[in-house]
Every structure is written in C-alpha cells, then in structure tokens.
C-alpha cells in the first residue's frame, strides 16, 4: 500500500479571525476619520466660495462676508460651526478665520483633531 504525504495549504482559522479582527479595527477607524474628513472639505469648499465671490467683487463689508458664509453653512446643514467663523477687516482687506475641534472617538482613547485656516481676500 502506498501512502502519500500531502501537505497542508490555505490558512487556518486562526489566522482568518486575526485577519477579520485587524480588517474590523482598520473599518472601525476609518468610519471615525471619514466624518471629519468631510466636514473639512466642506469648510474649505464654503472659503472657496467667499473667496471668487470676493474677486468678482459681489462682496465689500464685514457683514455681508459673515452673511455669504452663515448662508452656505445653513445650506451645508453646518450651523453649529457659526460661531467659528471670525470675519475682520484690516485696512483693505479682509481677514476670513475658522479654528475648530473635533473629538476622535477611538477604541483606546479619545483624541482632539483640531482644524484651522485662515485667508486673506484682497
């Protein structure tokens, strides 16, 4: 009789579950980053926006600026982030400040992300 030694291929189950637990914790942080990440492109699109209408010179007071923004954050659905928007003119030009904080709710810790910009319409 003749006996064939075969070896074994593939993985094991173990190494699935250490897989499917590392892919889990990667989705986990990915899903707490991607908010975040949204919410500044949004911001930065909104300071886009104020900035070409500056340039075609739609926009020439302090209060309209604020009022060109609180319009695309309420569009955007963004209100809470009202108060974080500072508009101060500065002889001819106008000075457009957004600072911000964010809370990452990781699963060892909760850390701060903070966003800040600054620009300058001329």
């Given at each position: 009789?003749?006996?064939?030694?075969?070896?074994?291929?593939?993985?094991?189950?173990?190494?699935l579950?250490?897989?499917l637990?590392?892919?889990?914790?990667?989705?986990?942080?990915?899903?707490?980053?991607?908010?975040?990440?949204?919410?500044?492109?949004t911001?930065?699109?909104?300071?886009g926006?104020?900035?070409?209408?500056?340039?075609?010179?739609?926009?020439?007071?302090?209060?309209?600026i604020?009022?060109?923004?609180?319009?695309?954050?309420n569009?955007?659905?963004?209100n809470?982030?009202?108060?974080?928007?500072?508009?101060?003119?500065?002889g001819?030009?106008?000075?457009?400040?957004?600072?911000?904080e964010?809370?990452?709710?990781?699963?060892?810790?909760?850390?701060?992300?903070?966003?800040?910009?600054?620009?300058?319409?001329?």
């Amino acid at each position: 009789m003749k006996t064939s030694l075969t070896t074994q291929r593939g993985a094991s189950s173990l190494i699935l579950i250490i897989i499917l637990a590392l892919l889990g914790a990667g989705v986990y942080i990915g899903l707490q980053y991607l908010p975040q990440y949204i919410e500044a492109g949004t911001v930065d699109s909104i300071l886009g926006s104020v900035e070409k209408a500056y340039n075609k010179s739609t926009v020439n007071s302090v209060e309209s600026i604020q009022g060109m923004i609180d319009k695309q954050l309420n569009m955007n659905q963004m209100n809470d982030l009202k108060d974080n928007f500072k508009v101060m003119q500065d002889g001819e030009e106008y000075r457009i400040k957004v600072s911000y904080e964010r809370e990452l709710n990781l699963i060892y810790e909760k850390k701060p992300v903070r966003y800040e910009k600054t620009v300058i319409l001329r």
